[in-house]
């Protein structure tokens, strides 16, 4: 019934829409036509440009997220490098230190080395001049102490350390004495003992 009512009502709208356009002037009707058309066609490709721009500013948008995130990366990059720097130059200013430090203890051992030189230098030629003297009469008595000792001394011995060897007539016995440990009598009795009685 209901149903019946609302086919009534369509049908007689459809009537009246019906006796409407056949008022209407078709000419009107076309420009409307028209008009409703060019802006649908306009709205569509508003439609459109709003959607590429909307495409352009997302893909921007994602490009410079990008463009940061890579931007951000480069600088903590740099700040890495820009620390190792700062450490390598505070190790190189150490070093620098140290090693001027070094040359001038360096240069005060070779200046102390010179010094050491010359007076070693001085001391030779006094030795030389001493020795030019000496020598010849030490050995003169070295000699004369070994004829009559028959005792041949070593002399690259410690200071308390007498050693050599005494060549008696059948037999070399070595001697071997460490005078910090016995008086001086006790020394020269047992060398003296030694040496032969016989002229």
């Known amino acids: 019934m209901a149903q019946g009512h609302k086919f009534q ?6 009537e009246v829409l019906v006796a409407f356009i056949n008022s209407s002037q078709p000419e009107k009707l076309r420009q409307v036509k028209d008009e409703h058309r ?5 709205h569509v490709e508003t439609k459109k440009i709003v959607t590429q721009i909307l495409k352009d500013v997302g893909q921007i948008e994602e490009r410079a997220g990008q463009m940061l995130m890579d931007m951000e990366e480069e600088k903590t990059q740099r700040e890495r490098e820009l620390e190792s720097l700062g450490e390598q130059l505070r190790q190189g200013t150490a070093k620098s230190q140290m090693t001027d430090s070094e040359l001038q203890f360096l240069q005060r051992e070779l200046e102390s080395l010179r010094n050491t030189e010359h007076e070693l230098e001085t001391l030779q030629t006094e030795v030389d001049e001493d020795t030019t003297e000496v020598i010849p009469s030490a050995i003169y008595v070295a000699q004369v102490y070994y004829l009559i000792t028959k005792i041949k001394w070593e002399y690259d011995t410690q200071p308390n350390i007498l050693k050599g060897v005494h060549y008696g007539a059948d037999l070399a016995t070595p001697i ?3 005078t910090s440990t016995r008086s001086r009598s006790d020394v020269s009795d047992q060398l003296w003992g030694f040496v032969s009685t016989e002229w």
């Not at 060019?38 to 306009?42: K, R, T, V, Y």
């Open 9 to 14: 009502d369509l049908e007689e709208t459809g």
């Open 38 to 42: 060019a802006f649908f066609d306009h």
């Open 176 to 178: 071997n004495i460490d």
